[in-house]
């Protein structure tokens, strides 16, 4: 039997399985001797960017039965390295056994991870919304509070990190914090932001929104700001002033999956694998990347994917058709993805829905909170467990022609 493997049942790990069963559904004759293989901690799809969201235990979607429908196999068990040469993966399976899996065909979608730099206190005092269980931790955290007896570093919460995840956050938690400490109680939270602007990489155009609705929370946002030291009761910033806070939250970035490093080849400043027009790895020619693991041409202009959803999700479905393709003799396919846009939740205040690469606002306020309930319930949720609605779910280039 030929194996393709995918490392990863993220966003890109989950497309990449379904596209491959596709492409292989389509060419029975010469992909009958072919099985695919998730290798992945759990057969479930773990939805990080609703972490910022309440009841985040809840935030996973079951693949097991998807998995099944569509003739997917599921390796429970986590990868540590990757041997190119040998066209094999070492894993480590549930019940803490080494072992190997060999492959003729490798999908690298093993995501990101929180970047974690070497700052006193972080790994002791900081939470994190990275992961499911960091994000339940944090939520249990919050809730715990209201059995401390009041101060100010109770009723404090620091988010470090303006970009992205730090700004849904930081305006989810001033509603929270009164739900947990009750109605009256004088809730703080601050966002340091180490950069001269409130999101970064969010770009000029969002901006005036993003500021309108953080001080509608009053969210106190501090700019060219980050800290140089973490405790238990709270932090001191780079401005030298201390911020007392029983909550301080560290969202400061992703770094690629690891595993990136077990390959040759360039890797940009997130430590993501340059992949070329059909997502193979070169100086790799049997792997393929897909997700946060890759840094792929999104067009001709100059564009690359960023570590997104919407990037993986199209990813995924571009690598696990050309991994299958190249194994049956097929047409590989140069990937593609020219339409961009973002949504941010703004919590209370609505959210804020941009278009292109220069993020011009099509929409803010309580108007664009239905764009970002559709992507968060519905966009980036698994298909049913049904084979052909499964299968044709995967189509990469459906996917591009629909509103990706
Ligand atoms: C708090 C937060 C909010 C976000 N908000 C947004 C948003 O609003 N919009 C947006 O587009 N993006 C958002 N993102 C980014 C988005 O979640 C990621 O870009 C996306 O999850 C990437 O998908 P992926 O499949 O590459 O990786 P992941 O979703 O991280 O999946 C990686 C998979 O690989 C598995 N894995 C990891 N290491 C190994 C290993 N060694 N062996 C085997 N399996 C392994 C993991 O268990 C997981 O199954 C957010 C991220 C976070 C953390």
Redesign the pocket.
Known sequence: MRRIVV????????WSALSAARLLAEHRGEGSDIEIIV????AS????????EPDVATMTAPLGPLFAAVGVRFVA????AVDPAGREVA?VDEAGRRTTLAYERLIL??????ARPDLPGLGEHAFS???RDE?ATFEAHLHDLAARPPSAARNTVVVIGGG??GI??AMELPARLRAILGEDAPVRVVLLEQSAVIGPELGDNPRPVIAEALASQGIECRLETSVTQIDAGGVRTTAGDRIESLSVLW?GG?RA???TRCLPGERDALGRLHVDRHLRVPGAPDVFA?????CAATDDAGNHT????????V??RFAGHNAAADLVGAGLLPYAQERYG????LGPWGSVVTAGWDRAVQLAGPDAKATKRF??GTA?MPPPPVRAEALAAADPLARVAART
């Open positions: 490392v990863g049942a993220g966003f890109a790990g989950v290798v992945a901690p759990r799809l773990d939805l990080r960017p609703r972490f910022y068990g986590t990868v540590e894993f979608a093993s995501g990101s991870r929180l919304i990275d992961q994000a992205f995840t849904e956050m969202t992703m999956s690891d595993l897909a997700g946060d693991t890759a960023l570590m997104s959803c919407q990037h993986a999700l990813l995924g973002t949504c941010l939740d992507i968060n980036i």
